[in-house]
């Protein structure tokens, strides 16, 4: 059964452009980039030319960028180069981070680093709170500019200055991925030392993403590998899926404008229906600070069983991973992230949406999430 | 030698009297069904029952069987020869050689039993002889009799047999034998424990499990489901009714107090297992409930299940504590499963102050009031069996 596609957060679907232009390079230019004969120079050309588009599309030109599997692997590059360094020091991250990031506080630890976590309440950084956890010996900064479940906007502009005018060396790595194509892209609002994104999440194409790292910085990749990518990412570049990337950021930037107007009238037709359902609470905030196409509800139902029911109504919908009565479960909203009730966080659902959603997807999702809390909720 | 003759000691069954051959039937039914499809040939004599195993059985499906069928105290596999001292020896000899023997055995004693008195040799001759022939033989071995690593029978019958050494059993008395019930069963720890515990006792169980799709996932069924097949080798043939009750726990949401919720649900249930429970020739309902573990298994509570209840409820770990339900769980396998993480999402069905010392009475009538007839007779009809 083909589903009501609501789970844009987590990945979106390849647009038709983007795929021709992956099946095009897979077909025509299939040569590697570091051969000398012609069929690889082409290849060299394919790939410089993307790079060169998405660096004027991002307003990039102080950065070099350098393509990845995704902002995983980015997001990896920048904590794994903290190897290289001779002291350990201290690093600085928000509750709002992805398990790429999160994962390397182990390691990281057992190196010597501390590892802090600013206050995010409401799923909002706040700048005194970052100022606040800095020391002399704090060498990283990685904050989401968008957190992937509330939507929220971060106020990284004045961050970065709070930052930038006591400690002006310390790196500030921003995870972009659910900026573009749900907020105005540019680097005057979101200004870091180096960002990561991820193609997929824009209608590009899986497996596919980059790094974009300040041009002064000094940063190493752990290993150079055959030395591709600037000596940052090794390996043979993968040509056809960066074709498709620089189309999918050309689409979404060079549009940015439109998406957003079409992604806030659904969330207004949202907003106008889904309040008046009762046993419904909102958990992204209605402001100038959250994304209009990310919105966490919280229904009478653990999310768990909110998301079966909707999923057989023919709705796909993100949600915690287990039943609220298992507390080993994984909940999408980490308990890190004050201001939320445990009920509000079991019982927490995801909706997202994106250009391609039609205006009668979402009036079939009011009724479903209505007659669902209706027939299944508690009185 | 023939390979495939195993001794099984029968235990409790053996103390019965007129009865005694009901069991030992039952057990021996039992056993040839589970070895199926290699013939077996089985007496019984003495305590003891005497199982030729078909050649080619293997020898792990063999374990299999013997060591998780009720009414088996342990048993060993056996060798026999003529009742000639010397042969016994020999055969002694052969069977604690070092590619036969479990490497662990480095001390052993010899016992004989002399059931056939006319046998030349007296018990103590014949055990100083083969421990003699023994220990010569394999030079690594040495005799303790007060702490054998293994115990060589020597049992003079019809023939000679040897029992090189012997492995537990389940105990307990073979399952048909104490009749039929209904067990209820859900995902977690506690109800697989009961059930092995009334199988242990001779009990065929039925299973019913109440699945409250959406509010329990397709999983939590599916885990029901790989819980009966990991205990249908000591219930052997365990049937499992899946009932849909969604429906009546909706009715029970609409028209129950809130802190009655839990136990008009528990009533329904029971409800339902007494239906099935005489559509299918069960005298009793089996729960793995033990005394005051939630608020539902507390004295009154249990008190007010049992109102409802007209068969006799079993409930085989009424005294036990959470860790001692575990670790037998562990040893039968069912723990793993239940653990898996797709337990009940019924909170919503979960009164926050649940009513713990409910009179019967009062929420008997609330129960009868709350009128679930019609939706339990549908629920009943739309159940879902599977045998195992």
Known sequence: ?379 | MDKNLYVLRLGEISLKKNNRSVFEQTLKHTLKFKLRPYSTVIRTSKGRMFVEIEEGTPAEKIDEVLSKTFGIVSYSQAVSCEKDLKAVCTMAVRIMSRDLRPSAIRTFKVETVRSDKTFEHLSYDISREVGHAVLEAHPDLTVDVRNPDTVIRVEIRDKAYIIPYEKEGQKGLPVRAGGKAMLMLSGGIDSPVAAWYAAKRGIHLHAVYFHAYPYTSDEAKEKVIALARQLNPYLDGVVLHIIPFTDVQLRIKKVGLEEEQTLLMRAAMVEIANALARANECTALVTGEALSQVASQTLQSLSFTDHISDLLILRPLIGFDKEEIITVAKRIGTFDISILPFEDCCTIFSPRHPLIKPDREVVTRHYREAGLGEAIEEAIRQEEIITF
Not at chain 1, 345 to 367: G, N, P, Q
């Open chain 1, 1 to 379: 059964m083909k589903q009501f596609y609501f789970d844009t957060a987590s990945t979106t679907r390849i647009s038709e452009t983007a795929l021709s232009a992956y099946n095009r390079y897979s077909k025509e230019t299939y040569g590697n980039p570091s051969s000398l004969h012609d069929t690889g120079k082409a290849a060299k050309e394919v790939l410089e030319t993307s790079r060169a588009t998405m660096e004027a599309l991002l307003g990039s030109r102080e950065y070099n960028l350098i393509f990845t599997s995704g902002a995983s692997e980015s997001n990896s590059i920048v904590l794994s180069s903290l190897l290289w360094k001779r002291r350990p020091g201290a690093i600085l991250v928000s509750p709002l981070e992805h398990p790429s990031v999160t994962g390397f506080r182990t390691l990281l630890k057992e190196k010597g680093y501390s590892w802090n976590v600013c206050e995010a309440p409401g799923g909002l950084i706040d700048p005194t709170s970052i100022i606040g956890s800095l020391t002399s010996q704090t060498q990283l900064i990685v904050l989401s500019a968008v957190h992937n479940i509330l939507g929220t906007i971060q106020p990284i502009r004045s961050i970065y200055q709070a930052v930038k005018q006591r400690y002006p060396d310390i790196h500030i790595h921003l995870d972009a991925t659910q900026a573009p194509g749900k907020t105005v892209w540019d680097l005057e609002t979101f200004p870091c030392d180096s960002f990561a994104l991820s193609a997929h999440k824009i209608h590009g194409p899986k497996g596919i993403g980059v790094l974009a790292v300040k041009k002064n910085s000094t940063m190493r990749s752990l290993s150079s590998a055959g030395g591709q990518e600037q000596g940052m990412r090794g390996g043979t570049e993968n040509l056809p899926a960066v074709a498709a990337f620089s189309v999918a950021i050309q689409e979404t930037l060079s549009n940015q404008e439109a998406i957003l107007a079409s992604v806030r009238r659904h969330r207004e037709l949202l907003d106008t229906h889904l309040k008046k359902i009762p046993g419904l609470s909102y958990l992204s905030p209605v402001s100038e600070h959250s994304v209009p196409n990310i919105l966490t509800i919280s229904t009478p139902l653990p999310s768990e069983v909110f998301l079966r029911i909707m999923n057989d109504k023919g709705f796909a919908l993100s949600a915690s991973s287990a039943c609220s009565s298992n507390t080993k479960g994984k909940q999408i909203l980490d308990a890190s992230i004050s201001g939320f009730s445990d009920t509000q966080r079991k019982h927490a659902v995801r909706i997202s949406w994106d250009r391609f959603t039609s205006y009668d997807e979402i009036s079939r999702l009011i009724t479903a999430v209505g007659e669902t809390i209706e027939t299944y909720g508690r009185r």
